[in-house]
């Protein structure tokens, strides 16, 4: 029941039939095209790689931000991001295409200050935030967006999640952290223990960018006080909080 890869599918009839995009840490495509293989076995199902074809951006709009647009004469596909509409646009474009030529109202943003926007709304993605077969749906906050469904037929690890899910008992979870100085080492620093002020293990930490960072928390030892982690034997102080997209009664 452990989470293998995330990754995010698009729909897309533009063209003659239907087909599916599916978005994944570029480090880990052929694991994932294997995956699908192996479990494809005499379904009539092409699964092709398309890296070098095309390329995925993001964007958010200078106003109010639009539905979602599928461009039948480009291989254009752009969509608000489906886990939270602060993360903005998703666009899947030709890599051959110039993104301006399409998208007038957008504001391009660079990747350190997407990563910066995730790190402060707890939002982890890729293999080196989300170990390959180590975190539970349920701690990845997958249920808050909508990346895992209680009223649908039967996947891997299906009992357990649903099990967890409906008695309520859901002790750690993925949560954004504000440290009280920018980190020195961020590689070494991922997976470090955090601690209370009890000097309790309240979890770890799983991704850092600057001052922000992201950690699997257990969820009633770490809001009462700072919490605290050991960087080149300095101790950072660390403040953890619940997001605003998590529901109220969370």
Known sequence: GRVLYDVILYRNTAYDG??????????????????????????KVDIVNVDNYFAVCWAKYKGESKESIIFKDEPVLSVKDPRLQELGERIIISRDKDLSEYFQDTININYQEYVDNRMKLGICEGTSELIVGEPLPLECNLDYLDGVKFDKGCYLGQELTARTYHTGVIRKRLMPIVASKRFNNDATLIGSVILNKNNKNCGKLRAVSGNYGIALLRIAD?????????????????????????????
Do not use: Q
């Not at 995009?21 to 095209?33: G, S, T, V, W, Y």
């Not at 809001?223 to 969370?250: F, G, M, R, V, Y």
């Open 18 to 43: 239907v087909f599916y995009f599916l978005e994944c840490d570029a480090r880990i495509h052929k694991a994932i095209e294997k995956h699908f293989k192996y479990y494809k076995l005499r379904s």
């Open 222 to 250: 770490s809001l009462s006080s700072p919490l605290t982690i050991k960087d080149s034997d300095t101790e950072i102080t660390l403040t953890a909080s619940k997001p605003d997209w998590w529901p109220k009664n969370a």
